[in-house]
């Protein structure tokens, strides 16, 4: 009687290895992926191998939180040139923030080491947030630039300001955490 009872042990063990073999491999993949990339992995989107998604940030980044300081400057001074001035900013991070999401984009989705991050989705994810805020602010300061200021231009002025911020870390760790965009070029 003793020796059936091994066999069915070791039957009830075999899935427990299995089970533990099958964690082990899933957490490798997971601490892969916590690892920086290869310096010879590819960008797609390029100018004389350099990405040209980080050139193109600066531009979104100046132009929401200049509208912001412009906001604050009609509030302070009640001169009407200050939310003519925040609705061409607004308009002008607005046009720079989608190419820079179409290249961010690109670079997302082209590019395998890149897609498989967390961090990466999280960045497109607050990228696309801000432009979708940074839309409705345009579009409110259209119907009237110094009537949209005040309280809800300066509100999604501030929160354009915050999710700039997150983007921006968050985009931070892309690079200086997992080497996304550090070296390399389109050749596979």
Do not use: Y
Not at 29 to 35: D, N, P, Q, R, Y
Request: hydrophobic share 60%.
């Amino acid at each position: 009687m003793p020796a059936r009872a091994a066999p069915a042990r070791a039957a009830v063990r075999a899935p427990a290895r299995l089970a533990a073999a099958h964690a082990a491999a899933r957490m490798d993949t997971m601490e892969k992926f916590g690892l920086p990339l290869p310096l010879d992995t590819p960008t797609r989107v390029a100018v004389a191998r350099h990405p040209v998604h980080p050139m193109l940030v600066t531009f979104p980044i100046a132009f929401f939180l200049g509208a912001l300081a412009c906001d604050g400057a009609f509030v302070l001074l009640d001169d009407a040139f200050w939310s003519r001035a925040a609705l061409w900013l607004v308009g002008a991070g607005l046009a720079m923030g989608m190419l820079a999401a179409i290249a961010g984009t690109i670079e997302l989705l082209a590019v395998g080491g890149i897609r498989r991050r967390a961090a990466s989705w999280n960045h497109f994810v607050v990228a696309v947030l801000l432009l979708a805020v940074q839309a409705v602010n345009w579009l409110q300061r259209l119907q009237g630039a110094e009537e949209a200021v005040v309280p809800f231009g300066m509100f999604l002025s501030l929160l354009g300001a915050l999710l700039v911020a997150v983007a921006g870390w968050l985009g931070g760790k892309l690079v200086f955490e997992h080497q996304v965009g550090v070296g390399g070029d389109a050749e596979d």
